[in-house]
């Protein structure tokens, strides 16, 4: 079975700065997708960015960027010019194609100003 | 994005009466939903899965019919949770698959609180 690992469960940031959440999963499947998602305090989950396992590249929206290492089972997230609506729990999930999303415990980012 | 609501938002109810969720895709079509429960600090725990026009697959300890759902339409499936009691409080969230980005889109959940 698939395991997905947060392995911070508190960071904080200072507005402005970059921050980097960590994320590791286990599978022994080579098609996958990876995914991070964002709960703010109203605690709607909000999709951050999406990567297909096959694709080399690494997926970026806006601030947000991964660095995605397939050998290594590594998913990190990468925030730039933190904002203080970045606050929230993030949560890191791996899914096999038609299949259910696996989560991890998430990681509480807080942003200070 | 893709747009997904619930409701109601929130729920206060007595114990042993039963309530209903309503989940709905807005703007796309889902053959598959999922309903989740979430404790405070805590990561989602899948409930169950809702496939239109079968039987929903529950998750290991979830009792089907303590949970009752029914995915009717492409876009509409709902969690009733009857004979409620305080133990059933919490907050639950439902999401749907678009299948065309092989991605969930979350609703904004639903919080019960069983007095």
């Known amino acids: 079975a698939q395991t997905v690992t947060q392995s911070q469960p508190e960071m904080s940031v200072q507005e402005a700065e970059t921050v980097t959440l960590s994320c590791t999963y286990d599978?022994?499947?080579?098609?996958?997708?990876l995914f991070w998602y964002k709960q703010p305090p109203s605690r709607q989950m909000i999709l951050v960015i999406r990567?297909?396992?096959?694709?080399?590249q690494n997926a970026t929206e806006n601030r947000f960027s991964v660095n995605f290492q397939k050998a290594a089972k590594s998913f990190s997230l990468k925030i730039s010019d933190s904002q203080l609506g970045d606050t929230a729990m993030y949560f890191c999930?791996?899914?096999?194609?038609?299949?259910?999303?696996?989560f991890g415990a998430g990681t509480i980012l807080r942003v200070k100003s | 994005g893709a747009v997904v609501s619930q409701h109601p938002s929130r729920v206060i109810c007595k114990s042993g009466t039963s309530v209903k969720i309503e989940c709905r895709s807005l703007d796309f079509q889902a053959t598959t939903m999922f309903w989740y429960r979430q404790f405070p600090k805590q990561s989602l725990m899948l409930m169950a899965t809702s496939n239109e026009g079968s039987k929903a697959t529950y998750e290991q300890g979830v009792e089907k019919d303590k949970f009752l759902i029914n995915h009717a339409s492409l876009t509409l499936s709902t969690l009733t949770v009857t004979s409620a009691h305080p133990e059933d409080s919490s907050f639950y969230i439902c999401?749907?698959?678009?299948?065309?980005?092989?991605?969930?889109?979350f609703g904004p959940g639903t919080r019960l609180l069983v007095l």
């Open positions: 990567q297909e396992a096959y694709k080399q």
């Open positions: 999930a791996f899914m096999s194609p038609g299949d259910k999303l696996v």
């Open positions: 599978t022994s499947e080579n098609n996958y997708y």
């Open positions: 999401s749907a698959n678009r299948q065309a980005q092989e991605t969930q889109y």
